[in-house]
């Protein structure tokens, strides 16, 4: 079943982003490595496009469309990310600055680019597996 399938994806995904990101916090991996942040900003991207999709077409809270457009499934993708997206770094900037606020928009910048990546790479994945022609 689909459905399962893309379940266990989303957790292979959810546990990974997890164990490396206590990694980089544990070992300080995030200042050692300066694309490090920029590399789990891919993988939540991905992980984020995927949930939005299964949420969409495989759960039971919006009813399900017989055939859809890939053009309405990027679109959908896109603000679900973007809204996700943005309203974590909302949530970062809410907890207090725990690093040099120099350079902060474009640090912002650069994570939304990356969940916007990620996003397209999950999206790509989802209609290449699930999309019936």
Same mark, same amino acid.
């Given at each position: 079943?689909?459905?399962?399938?893309?379940? #266990? &994806?989303?957790?292979?995904?959810? @546990? *990974?982003?997890? $164990?490396?990101? %206590? +990694?980089?916090? !544990? =070992?300080?991996?995030?200042?050692?490595?300066?694309?490090?942040?920029?590399?789990?900003?891919?993988?939540?991207?991905?992980?984020?496009?995927?949930?939005?999709?299964?949420?969409?077409?495989?759960?039971?809270?919006?009813?399900?469309?017989?055939?859809?457009?890939?053009? #309405? &499934?990027?679109?959908?993708?896109? @603000? *679900?990310?973007? $809204?996700?997206? %943005? +309203?974590?770094? !909302? =949530?970062?900037?809410?907890?207090?600055?725990?690093?040099?606020?120099?350079?902060?928009?474009?640090?912002?910048?650069?994570?939304?680019?990356?969940?916007?990546?990620?996003?397209?790479?999950?999206?790509?994945?989802?209609?290449?597996?699930?999309?019936?022609?």
């Amino acid at each position: 079943m689909p459905r399962d399938r893309l379940l #266990r &994806v989303l957790a292979v995904l959810s @546990l *990974g982003i997890a $164990v490396l990101h %206590i +990694g980089a916090i !544990v =070992f300080h991996l995030y200042w050692f490595f300066w694309w490090y942040d920029m590399f789990l900003h891919l993988l939540g991207g991905v992980f984020i496009a995927l949930l939005v999709l299964w949420v969409r077409f495989f759960s039971v809270y919006i009813k399900k469309p017989a055939i859809f457009s890939v053009r #309405r &499934v990027f679109l959908f993708t896109l @603000l *679900g990310l973007l $809204v996700i997206g %943005i +309203g974590w770094e !909302v =949530f970062e900037r809410l907890l207090g600055p725990t690093w040099s606020v120099e350079g902060y928009w474009l640090d912002t910048s650069i994570d939304i680019a990356f969940d916007i990546v990620g996003g397209v790479v999950g999206w790509f994945y989802f209609v290449k597996k699930y999309h019936r022609k």
